[in-house]
């Protein structure tokens, strides 16, 4: 499972024109995925709850 979350660091320009690294993830789609279907699993027991 870790191959799907990929740790990566990136250049971002503050508001004074001046650039920092921030750490960020890149998903793979099965990440993507596989986060879409435990939501989804998460929102129908809930639904099934009430």
């Not at 870790?2 to 660091?9: A, G, P, S």
């Amino acid at each position: 499972m870790d191959d799907n979350f990929r740790e990566v660091t990136k250049i971002v320009t503050l508001g004074s024109g001046s650039q920092r690294e921030v750490q960020d993830f890149m998903l793979t789609r099965y990440a993507c995925w596989s986060l879409c279907m435990k939501k989804l699993l998460t929102l129908q027991t809930m639904a099934i709850l009430r």
